[in-house]
């Protein structure tokens, strides 16, 4: 079975910088799509970044891009995202989550992935 298990959220002032990261368990994830999502207070769950496990093939949502880094180690079967300039609204629960079934693109729908993490908290004061 796999295990999402997201970390590092917390406090940071706008401007600051956090790196979350998402250890996987209980497979193989050569072929999977990694992504992480967010969800702020009345919104809907929103694509943040993606990346294919095997090449290391990324997609990040425009809101983010240039401020955002998503990477893997292959080692320690971890995602991070490394999350720098943070700004109020990016404050929100972020969230891994895992797609088994390859794709040509990296998927931005929340429908398509397979796992999720529990979420993890960032909050970005002004």
């Known amino acids: 079975q796999v295990q999402l298990v997201e970390s590092g959220g917390g406090l940071v002032q706008a401007g600051g910088s956090l790196r979350l990261s998402c250890a996987a368990s209980?497979?193989?994830?050569?072929?999977?799509?990694m992504g992480w999502f967010r969800q702020a207070p009345g919104k809907e769950r929103e694509f943040v970044a993606g990346?294919?496990?095997?090449?290391?093939?990324?997609a990040y949502a425009d809101s983010v891009k240039g401020r955002f880094t998503i990477s893997r180690d292959n080692a320690k079967n971890t995602v991070y995202l490394q999350m720098n300039s943070l700004k109020s609204e990016d404050m929100a629960v972020y969230y891994c989550a895992a797609r088994s079934q390859w794709a040509a693109q990296i998927p931005v729908g929340s429908e398509v992935y397979n796992y999720w993490g529990q979420g993890t908290q960032v909050t970005v004061s002004s």
């Open positions: 209980g497979r193989t994830f050569s072929n999977y799509i």
């Open positions: 990346i294919t496990w095997t090449l290391g093939s990324t």
